[in-house]
């Protein structure tokens, strides 16, 4: 199974369309991958939170409709990232979407965990409620974003629900790097999945972009690392291995906490 990782830098000055069509020429050269990911929020910013009203859009809006027909000219399936979702109330949302090869949303997904400690995100965004998971003919995806990595429940509630590839979107700043690799790397060993973790580069409101999208397989191992640019990271991975390392090293069947209580 092929992976392509699109680190795409975020510059304020470009317009957000500009970016869209400039990430959808970026999806149509990844031909041949089976799964292609862009990071969270990259039409506006994942720290421009001065711009998420401005830039909100219906979930079947501009970034959707523009991805959507990338991925059928690509013939990909596309985790599309996350974009400023404004529902039919007006609240806005994190929200990621996924489309299949023939470029139908095959899902969507609102970001659990908002970040902020009480500003920005965390006060200007409404919280998505339902976990996500994804069959694809290789694998089934799990869908989280950013500050989810944080929370490990939320990845075990994904393993729990048949996820065997775990996709983080993420707009992750650089002053904490150290983080994002370290976390993606425990959600991979403790959850015996492939994780599939995709920041953004640039700068964001002066919050200067990690980078450093990667892919680590349900071992620990990173297999593939990006730098601080933009970037396309391609990645092959063996759908398999999850089960053989859940197999030859069966640890998720000694779980004695958070499991349902049994019946009489």
């Not at 909100?56 to 974009?83: D, N």
């Not at 009480?118 to 995806?141: F, H, K, R, Y």
Request: glycine content about 8%.
């Amino acid at each position: 199974m092929r992976a392509s990782l699109i680190q795409i830098a975020v510059d304020p000055d470009e317009p957000a369309d500009s970016r869209r069509e400039r990430a959808a020429a970026l999806v149509a050269l990844q031909r041949g991958a089976d799964l292609v990911v862009l990071p969270e929020l990259w039409p506006v910013g994942a720290f421009a939170h001065t711009a998420f009203e401005d830039e909100a859009e219906p979930l079947t809006g501009p970034t959707h409709q523009v991805m959507a027909k990338a991925a059928a000219e690509a013939g990909v399936w596309l985790h599309a990232g996350s974009f400023v979702e404004r529902d039919e109330d007006g609240a806005l949302y994190n929200t990621t979407l996924v489309f299949s090869p023939e470029g139908e949303r095959a899902a969507a997904y609102r970001k659990i965990h908002r970040f902020g400690f009480d500003q920005g995100e965390a006060v200007m965004m409404g919280a998505g409620a339902d976990l996500v998971t994804v069959p694809l003919p290789e694998t089934t995806l799990g869908l989280a974003t950013c500050y989810d990595l944080r929370f490990p429940e939320l990845f075990r509630g994904l393993v729990d629900a048949g996820a065997e590839t775990l996709v983080v979107a993420a707009g992750w700043p650089e002053r904490r790097r150290a983080h994002w690799t370290l976390l993606a790397q425990a959600r991979a060993v403790e959850n015996q999945a492939y994780v599939l973790a995709v920041g953004s580069a640039g700068t964001h409101a002066g919050i200067q972009q990690a980078g450093h999208s990667l892919a680590v397989d349900p071992w620990g191992e990173v297999l593939a690392e990006a730098g601080a640019d933009e970037e396309v990271l391609t990645v092959e991975l063996d759908p398999a291995k999850v089960a053989a390392t859940r197999e030859q090293f069966p640890a998720l069947k000694d779980r004695r906490l958070g499991l349902a209580a049994p019946t009489a």
